[in-house]
């Protein structure tokens, strides 16, 4: 009788190395995506502009041959008035976005993704048509954050949102850290967003 020589995929040596070098080769493409990923989420890339972004025109603009709308930075608007340094902007973007995560906004909103569908996706609420005023879009805003309920917009769902007892500094830093949101390529998300002045 002749003995049978069991195939390669049988022993138990080749299982071994193999879940060896799969483990191994995914823990590199893990840290090599990681390091990709910061690049491409931190402020100051080319998808994320820095902070100091709100020194400037934020416009949206249909790009045809990627079939998605894309912010466009254009010339100089400073937020109220005032052209801020890199750290500056960076401070009240900063206090912007803690104030959001302390109010807990996303219990209603959306932000990048995250967030509830109660009331309208922020991400890019910069630029919404609803902002066209006598007055100029950021003192809108905070008319808006510092009293909803007197300012109520309610865009046809008859919801108000409630008066979160913001203080003027808080606003200041809320509407800061929206245009900054408004500027952040989101691959043309969230969709059905009409923007305020959009080109097609
Ligand atoms: C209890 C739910 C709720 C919470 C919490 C809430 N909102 Fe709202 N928000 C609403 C509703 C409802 C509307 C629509 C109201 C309207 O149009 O008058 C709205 C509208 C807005 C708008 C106008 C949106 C646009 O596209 O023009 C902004 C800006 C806004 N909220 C910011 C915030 C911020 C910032 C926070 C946290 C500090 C927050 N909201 C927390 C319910 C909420």
Not at 61 to 89: H, M, N, T, W
Not at 180 to 196: V, Y
């Amino acid at each position: 009788m002749t003995e049978q020589i069991p195939p390669r995929w049988a022993s138990e040596t080749f299982w071994k190395k193999t879940a060896i070098w799969v483990t191994g080769g995914s823990f590199v493409l893990l840290v090599v995506l990681t390091f990709d990923s910061l690049a491409k989420i931190s402020a100051g890339g080319p998808r994320v502009p820095a902070y100091s972004v709100i020194n400037k025109d934020i416009g949206y603009r249909f790009d045809k041959s990627k079939q998605r709308y894309q912010p466009v930075i254009g010339d100089d608007a400073p937020l109220f008035g005032k052209s801020l340094s890199e750290e500056e902007a960076e401070k009240l973007v900063d206090l912007g976005k803690k104030t959001v995560q302390a109010k807990n906004c996303m219990n209603c909103h959306t932000l990048l993704g995250n967030g509830a569908y109660y009331a309208p996706d922020l991400t890019k609420a910069w630029l919404d048509q609803g902002w066209i005023a006598k007055e100029s879009r950021e003192q809108m805003m905070l008319n808006f954050l510092l009293d909803p309920e007197k300012n109520a917009r309610t865009f046809g769902s008859n919801r108000k949102m409630p008066n979160l007892e913001i203080t003027q500094q808080e606003a200041e830093g809320i509407v800061a850290f929206l245009k900054w949101m408004a500027s952040i390529d989101t691959n043309g998300f969230p969709h059905n967003f009409r923007a305020l002045g959009a080109e097609d």
